[in-house]
């Protein structure tokens, strides 16, 4: 089951996204960049329209060329539109189920005091101003767009349904899925638009005569330049969850260990941080520190570096117009994703370990290096979790089986780890004859 089979006897399942969705949208990111970076425009706002120039390509991409809105998995049936008037009584249900999703989510934005300090300050302010457009906005989009969805009373129906007392009609687990998928649009968009304008602006303020020529300069500024491109295709991932793009969520995570695991990776939740139980960095400098006067290994790390934090930035360009955490928007198989079903997981953590060396300490103290070396290995295998409980969620769509299945026949980290599995007898050699699905390799 696990030999390596010829690529024409085993195609690669086809990838929801094509690569040049992602490749629009780098297109379209840079040139705005090059733009900010001639005329200064280092500011926040800037970085917002950053978000604009990178969405509109890959939205462009998508419909005139992948012509994504005509794909069955859209729900839409543009040859066949319904008269409004038989649409028009659940066009009202809807919109009560989702403007009463947007106070819910407004409310607890007014109640969570972290929302009112810091960088999230930006993100509510951006919320406040967009949401009467947004109001008005979603009338007729909802009136449009009922007229054509093949099965109209969805999650927002079900709930409103719910509102105005018509229980017996309403679905319980169409409005379980309509609130989980708005918590994670709610809880992680105001996270992304908080983030933005910080990398954003040290990338454009750079002096390039001032980093030329110091290795360790050149891969902060580079490693900054790719957590900007994950930011900015992640943030544009949250904004367009649209079913006219085939971006909608199919399914937010249903399972509380998903939620749990995810959500101590972030404030207010984060255990990782400066006062959290899972803070590794404690008395450490990191590598520039304890590598500093050897400029060639300065050059290689720093190199090392920058790749693997490219392999993360390549990893949410991949999603195209559907990063995000905790759902189901359609099923990745190309770019980092034919390597290994967790690119992004297996780069950052390989990322932290060589950037912190958390093994090395300035207080000269044995406790801390072990202490701190443990923490990081807990937040590994925090990440490892994730990995299990979003394969746990997916593998109830067989066109992730199918691609999971493939990826333990062809791509070279599962093969690697099945291998290493079947040396140690972890994998017995019957095992191969009906193999498990391996989440996290």
């Known amino acids: 089951m696990f030999e390596r089979k010829l690529s024409t006897d085993?195609?690669?399942?086809?990838?929801?996204?094509?690569?040049?969705?992602?490749?629009?949208?780098?297109?379209?990111?840079?040139?705005?960049?090059?733009?900010?970076?001639?005329?200064?425009?280092?500011?926040?706002?800037?970085?917002?329209?950053?978000?604009?120039?990178?969405?509109?390509?890959?939205?462009?991409w998508s419909l005139l060329r992948d012509k994504v809105h005509l794909r069955p998995t859209t729900g839409i049936d543009w040859s066949n539109p319904k008269k409004?008037?038989?649409?028009?009584?659940?066009?009202?249900?809807?919109?009560?189920?989702?403007?009463?999703?947007?106070?819910?989510?407004?409310?607890?934005?007014c109640i969570g005091r972290w929302y009112w300090t810091g960088q999230y300050q930006f993100a509510m302010q951006m919320m406040e101003a967009a949401a009467p457009w947004l109001f008005l906005l979603s009338i007729p989009y909802v009136l449009f767009m009922d007229r054509f969805t093949i099965e109209p009373r969805d999650g927002a129906w079900h709930f409103g349904q719910l509102l105005i007392g018509g229980k017996s009609e309403s679905d319980r687990e169409?409005?379980?899925?309509?609130?989980?998928?708005?918590?994670?649009?709610?809880?992680?968009?105001?996270?992304?638009?908080?983030?933005v304008p910080g990398g954003f602006g040290d990338l454009i303020r750079v002096d390039f005569n001032e980093i030329a020529g110091d290795p360790v300069a050149i891969a902060r500024w580079l490693i900054v330049a790719m957590f900007v491109v994950d930011v900015q295709?992640?943030?544009?991932?949250?904004?367009?969850?649209?079913?006219?793009?085939?971006?909608?969520?199919?399914?937010?995570?249903?399972?509380?260990?998903?939620?749990?695991?995810?959500?101590?990776?972030?404030?207010?939740?984060?255990?990782?941080?400066?006062?959290?139980?899972?803070?590794?960095?404690?008395?450490?400098?990191?590598?520039?520190?304890?590598?500093?006067?050897?400029e060639t290994i300065l050059a290689v790390w720093g190199a090392i570096l920058v790749f693997l934090t490219g392999v993360y930035a390549w990893a949410t360009v991949a999603f195209g117009l559907r990063f995000s955490n905790l759902t189901h928007r359609g099923i990745l198989t190309h770019g980092p994703y034919s390597w290994t079903k967790h690119p992004a997981y297996v780069a950052k953590n390989?990322?932290?370990?060589?950037?912190?060396?958390?093994?090395?300490?300035?207080?000269?103290?044995?406790?801390?290096?072990?202490?701190?070396?443990?923490?990081?290995?807990?937040?590994?295998?925090?990440?490892?979790?994730?990995?299990?409980?979003?394969?746990?969620?997916?593998?109830?769509?067989?066109?992730?089986?199918?691609?999971?299945?493939?990826?333990?026949?062809?791509?070279?980290?599962?093969?690697?780890?099945?291998?290493?599995?079947?040396?140690?007898?972890?994998?017995?050699?019957?095992?191969?004859?009906?193999?498990?699905?391996?989440?996290?390799?």
């Open 233 to 294: 295709f992640a943030t544009v991932g949250y904004l367009l969850t649209m079913k006219p793009l085939d971006s909608h969520i199919r399914t937010a995570n249903p399972y509380l260990a998903g939620w749990v695991a995810a959500l101590m990776c972030y404030p207010p939740f984060i255990l990782m941080g400066d006062n959290g139980p899972l803070n590794y960095h404690v008395n450490i400098a990191e590598w520039a520190y304890w590598l500093q006067g050897r």
């Open 174 to 195: 169409q409005v379980y899925h309509h609130l989980r998928a708005w918590a994670v649009k709610g809880f992680f968009l105001a996270f992304m638009i908080s983030i």
């Open 350 to 441: 390989i990322y932290w370990w060589l950037v912190s060396m958390p093994f090395l300490v300035t207080s000269g103290s044995f406790a801390d290096s072990v202490r701190n070396t443990a923490l990081m290995a807990v937040v590994s295998g925090v990440y490892y979790w994730r990995a299990k409980t979003e394969e746990k969620h997916l593998l109830s769509d067989p066109v992730y089986k199918e691609y999971a299945e493939w990826m333990d026949r062809n791509a070279p980290i599962p093969r690697a780890v099945n291998w290493a599995k079947r040396r140690i007898g972890w994998w017995p050699a019957e095992r191969d004859r009906e193999p498990e699905i391996q989440p996290a390799e």
């Open 84 to 109: 409004l008037k038989d649409t028009f009584d659940i066009s009202l249900v809807k919109l009560a189920g989702l403007w009463a999703t947007w106070g819910m989510i407004g409310t607890i934005y």
């Open 10 to 60: 085993d195609p690669r399942p086809t990838s929801a996204v094509s690569h040049g969705v992602g490749v629009a949208g780098l297109i379209g990111l840079t040139c705005w960049i090059l733009i900010a970076r001639q005329y200064g425009m280092d500011g926040p706002y800037s970085a917002l329209a950053a978000c604009f120039a990178c969405g509109v390509p890959m939205v462009l």
